[in-house]
Nanobody, 124 residues
Framework: QVQLVESGGGLVQAGGSLRLSCAASGRTFSSYVMGWFRQAPGKEREFVAVIGRSGSSPYYADSVKGRFTISRDNAKNTVYLQMNNLKPEDTGVYYC?????????????????WGQGTQVTVSS
């Protein structure tokens, strides 16, 4: 079992930056693959980024590649999403998720644990 709490969302102008954090409870944080997803109103939840157990193999959706960076600090039970050069189409609720399955996981179906989400709004 793991509980996830996102923070760091807000309103920012296009071209700006935000850093999201996801704090996890539990003693086995390092055993989970961690991912970030986002969801805009009326749309399905979509993959953003994923990182391996030890911080290895970061992988990104094409729409955010080169602009976003995922990282984790297992000693602090925290995963981060640094978002630079934000665009209006990045607007949505961002969710942190944890999976006990090994691999580069880009589908929501692989994740058993989810945070409550944090709103990111990018104005033009």
């Amino acid at each position: 079992q793991v509980q996830l709490v996102e923070s760091g969302g807000g309103l920012v102008q296009a071209g700006g930056s935000l850093r999201l954090s996801c704090a996890a409870s539990g003693r086995t944080f390092s055993s989970y693959v961690m991912g970030w997803f986002r969801q805009a109103p009326g749309k399905e939840r979509e993959f953003v980024a994923v990182i391996g157990r030890s911080g290895s193999s970061p992988y990104y959706a094409d729409s955010v590649k080169g602009r976003f960076t995922i990282s984790r600090d297992n000693a602090k039970n925290t995963v981060y999403l640094q978002m630079n050069n934000l665009k209006p189409e990045d607007t949505g609720v961002y969710y942190c998720a944890a999976s006990s399955i090994e691999g580069v996981l880009t589908s929501t179906r692989y994740y058993g644990y989810w945070g409550q989400g944090t709103q990111v709004t990018v104005s033009s």
